[in-house]
C-alpha cells in the first residue's frame, strides 16, 4: 500500500474545486488531490505505466493515476464525471479489448492497492483488488486456502471476479463469483458503497458477471476452501483426434475435484519435448484435483493412458504452485475468440486439427475446458453469469508479430469459430476482445441483458463506465 500522508479534507476539497473550475485540471491539480502516485507523459515512468499485457495496444493517456486507497478513487470518478474525461479502470491490465488505457482519458490503476485481510476462523478474506490472482493465491495458500481464479497469476482478481472467474478450481468450487460474500464499490456519482446479498442487492448480482459496467471494485470478500495439497500440473499428449475427444470425455465424467484445460496447439521448442515433437500437434493440459494424492493418482490415470504422454508433469504440489513464474515483457499480440459447445467428438476434433493447420500465426490453439461440477449447481439467474449450464469452454487464438497482418487472423479465427459452431450461442465476457455489441448482447442473453441494463440506469445513467464489454443503461428503469 502506499502510505502517503493523505490531504486534510479541506486541502482535498479545495483542489477538487479548483480542478473543477479548470476545464482542465493541470498536473500540480491532479496530485494534490490523490495520495496515490500521478504519472504524466513527462515522467520517466510513463512507458511502462502505460503498457498493459497485450501487445498491439498503444494508447497514450493524459495521466495514469495509482490510486492509493478508495478515497482516491472516489476522488477520481467525481472528477472524470465533472470534467468528461474518458475513465480506464485498471487492474491486472489484461483486457483483451484493451478496455484498461485510453488514449487522451485517464487510467485510474489500482495496481498498488494490494492489501489482504484473511479471518483464519471465519475462512473469508477481504482484498484489495490490486492484488493479482497469483498475489493473492500465494498469500491465502500460507494458510493452506485458496479460490479459484484462472490460469494465469498475473491476471488481476478485479477483472477476472467481475467477469465470472473460471479457472482450476471450477468443477470444485464453482467461478469465482461463487465465492465472493461482498465487495466495496465506487459507483459513478463518488459514493463508496458496501454491496452483498442485503445491501444493494440489485448491485451485488450485477457484479457478479456484469464486468466493471457499475462502478471500481476497491475491495471484495471472498469465502476460502481449505485447498493445499492438490495433484496438478502439465501433461503432454500427441494430438489425435481419439486424443482430443477421449480427454474431453474423461474430464466431463471426472469427479469435481478435478478440472482441466486442454490446449490444443503446435508444439512449441519446448527444452522438455524431445526435438521430432516440436512442430507436431500436442494436448498441453493442465489439471488440477483438488483432493488427496492417492485418489488424484487414480482419476488422472485414464488421461495418462490416452497416449503414451510426451511430457508428464502432473504430481502432488501445494496449490499455489499452479500459477508458474511468468515474463513481464511478454505482451502477445492475438486474434482471439470464445464461445461455448456442447460436445467434442471425434468429428470436432478433426476440425480442430485441421484449422489449426491453416493458420499462419507463430502459434495457434484451440483451448477447451470442460466445466460443468459446482459452477453448474448455481441457478443460471442468480448471479449475472449466465452460462451454467454450458458444457465446455473453447477459445480460439492465433499470436502474430507484425500488426498489419491482423486481418489475415482476424479472419482465420473466426472462420474456425464458425466451424465449430454448435447450439449454444453464448460467450464468456472476460474472455472477449473488441467484438461489437452482439458479442456483449451473448455473454448476457435476453433476461440477464435486460436486468443489467436496467441496474446499469439506476448506478451509472450517464455511462460513466463505458471502457469495458459495454451494457448501456436501458431509457427507461424498471
Ligand atoms: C493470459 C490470460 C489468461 C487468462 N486466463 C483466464 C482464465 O483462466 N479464466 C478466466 O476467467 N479469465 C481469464 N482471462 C481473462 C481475464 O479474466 C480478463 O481479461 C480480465 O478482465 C482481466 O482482469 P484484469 O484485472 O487483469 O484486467 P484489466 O485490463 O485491468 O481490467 C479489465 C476490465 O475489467 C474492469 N475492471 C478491472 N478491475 C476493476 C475494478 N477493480 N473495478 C471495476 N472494474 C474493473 C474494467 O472494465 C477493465 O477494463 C485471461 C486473460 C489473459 C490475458
Known sequence: MVTKKRSTSLDTNLALRQAQDNASPSTSDLRALFNGRVIVPEDPRYESARTVFYGGIDRRPAAIVRVADAGDVSR??????????????????????????????????????KDLQINIEERTAWAETGLTAGEFTAAAGT???????????????????????????????????????????????????????????????????????????????????????????????????????????????????LSTI??????????????????????????????????????????????????????????PEIYQPEEDEYHPVAAARTMFVDTIDRS??????????????????????????????????????????????????ALYERPDEKPIHEAWVTDFAAALRQGDEGAYVNFLGDEGEAQVRAAYPGPTWERLAAIKARYDPTNLFRLNQNISPASDDI
Open 143 to 257: 494458510h493452506g486456502f485458496a479460490i479459484g481464479f484462472g490460469d494465469t497469476g498475473s491476471v488481476g482478481i478485479g477483472g477476472i471476479t467481475l467477469g465470472g472467474g473460471i479457472g482450476y478450481l471450477v468443477r470444485k468450487y464453482g467461478l469465482t463469483i461463487d465465492d465472493l460474500l461482498a465487495a466495496e464499490i465506487v459507483t459513478a456519482d463518488g459514493q463508496l458503497l458496501h454491496v452483498d446479498t442485503n445491501s444493494y442487492p440489485d448491485l451485488f448480482w450485477a457484479i457478479r458477471g456484469g464486468g466493471g459496467n457499475f462502478g471500481v471494485a476497491t475491495r471484495f470478500q471472498f469465502r476460502l476452501h481449505e485447498v493445499d495439497l492438490v495433484v496438478g500440473g502439465m501433461l503432454i499428449l500427441p494430438a489425435t483426434p481419439d486424443v482430443i475427444a477421449g480427454f474431453i470425455a474423461e474430464a466431463e465424467a471426472a469427479p469435481d475435484e
Open 348 to 397: 470436432v476434433a478433426e476440425t480442430i486439427l485441421d484449422h489449426l493447420k491453416g493458420s499462419t500465426g507463430s502459434m495457434a490453439v484451440a483451448q477447451l475446458r470442460a466445466l460443468g461440477g459446482a459452477m453448474a449447481r448455481v441457478p443460471a439467474d442468480a448471479t449475472a453469469f449466465a452460462h451454467r449450464k454450458s458444457r465446455i469452454m473453447v477459445n480460439l487464438a
Open 76 to 113: 477520481l470518478v467525481s472528477l472524470a464525471r465533472e470534467h468528461g474525461f474518458e475513465l480506464a479502470v485498471r487492474s491486472g491490465g489484461h483486457s483483451g479489448a484493451g478496455h484498461s488505457t485510453s488514449e487522451g482519458g485517464i487510467v485510474l490503476d489500482l495496481s498498488a492497492m
Open 262 to 319: 486442454a490446449n490444443v496447439m503446435t508444439a512449441p521448442p519446448m527444452p522438455f519435448l524431445s526435438e521430432e515433437v516440436h512442430g507436431k500437434p500436442i494436448v498441453m493440459a493442465m489439471l488440477v484435483y483438488a483432493g488427496n494424492a492417492e485418489a488424484g493418482d487414480s482419476v488422472i490415470a485414464p488421461f495418462r493412458a490416452l497416449a503414451t504422454p510426451l511430457a508428464d508433469m502432473v504430481k502432488p504440489m501445494r496449490y
